[in-house]
Each structure stands twice: as structure tokens, then as C-alpha cells.
């Protein structure tokens, strides 16, 4: 993941949609390498490399992150089409267009 990409990951998060939410997004890029976001009561960390104990681990590219956050991607076709592979839980997943909307 780009600094670029990092830093639009923290310009559109929306610590109101945060509040009261202490969980470890993994994600696992097959063209950026590994990347995590701590989100802990309305606040945002992001962190290279791997969490011992993520809440939910996402394999996926980058591209197709930034389509479902844009909308442009169902999550669920993205799952069964295999371009997204996700453990944990996984319902977490779906919060991620609220907890980034697009500015």
C-alpha cells in the first residue's frame, strides 16, 4: 500500500462511525504486502506487517479495496468470485465503507 493510499485511508475515516469499536483489521495485499488498522474508540492506527491476533484478516489487492470501498465491488461476489478471501469475522468486513466513506 502506498503512503498515498495510507494517507487517504486516514483523511476519509469517520471516527463518529468508530465509536465504541476496539478491532484489528488484517489485511494481507497480493501486491502490496501486509498492512493492519487498529481501531480503538473513534481512534485509527495504521501499521505494516502482520497483528498476532487480528479480528478479521482480508486477503485481497489493493485494487480491489478500493473498489468496495467506493461501492463499485460487492463484497459478497468479490468472496465468491475469489477475489477477496476473508477469516475471523468476517461481518466486520461489511463496516468498512461506513468506517471510510468517501469524502
Known sequence: M?????EKLQARFDPDAARNMHEVFQ?????LGDYYLR?????????T?????P???L??????LKGLMR???NGMSAFMSGKLKATGNVMLATRLS?????A
Open 49 to 53: 506487517g502482520e497483528h498476532d491476533d
Open 27 to 31: 489485511f494481507h495485499f497480493s501486491d
Open 2 to 6: 502506498s503512503s498515498t493510499t495510507l
Open 39 to 47: 481501531i480503538n474508540d473513534g481512534t485509527l492506527d495504521v501499521k
Open 59 to 64: 486477503s485481497l489487492s489493493s485494487d480491489t
Open 71 to 73: 461501492g463499485e465491488i
Open 98 to 102: 461506513a468506517l471510510f466513506p468517501d
Open 55 to 57: 479480528s478479521v484478516s
